[in-house]
């Protein structure tokens, strides 16, 4: 059974980082391609990195590029997303989502992830 878990959210001010993780069982990471999600009250869930280890593949949207770095440890079977340089406008709940497919797409979340994470919240604010 596939299972993702979120840590690392927070408050944290503007300019600050954020480190989250997101802990898989059930599969290996060369399996599933992993991507991060986020979601603000009131907007559609969107993405913003995604990582496959067996495409050898990074995607970053616009609004994480320069800021947000993805990594992943197949040897704790965990993917990161370190966030640089915070804004107000980073505040929602981050989600992590897996596929069988390849991170093609992964910007339609609702219709990419196979599998989601409970999520972990995070608010940039002074």
């Known amino acids: 059974q596939v299972q993702l878990v979120e840590s690392g959210g927070g408050l944290v001010q503007p300019g600050g980082s954020l480190r989250l993780s997101c802990a898989a069982s059930?599969?290996?990471?060369?399996?599933?391609?992993i991507g991060w999600f986020r979601q603000a009250p009131g907007k559609e869930r969107e993405g913003v990195s995604c990582?496959?280890?067996?495409?050898?593949?990074?995607y970053y949207a616009d609004s994480a590029k320069g800021r947000f770095t993805i990594s992943s440890d197949n040897a704790k079977n965990t993917v990161y997303l370190q966030m640089n340089s915070l804004k107000p406008e980073d505040t929602a709940v981050y989600y992590c989502?897996?596929?069988?497919?390849?991170?093609?797409?992964?910007?339609?979340?609702?219709?990419?992830?196979?599998?989601w994470g409970q999520g972990t919240q995070v608010t940039v604010s002074s």
């Open positions: 990582i496959s280890s067996s495409e050898g593949t990074i």
């Open positions: 989502g897996a596929t069988i497919k390849y991170c093609s797409g992964y910007e339609h979340p609702s219709s990419w992830s196979d599998y």
């Open positions: 059930g599969f290996t990471l060369d399996s599933l391609a």
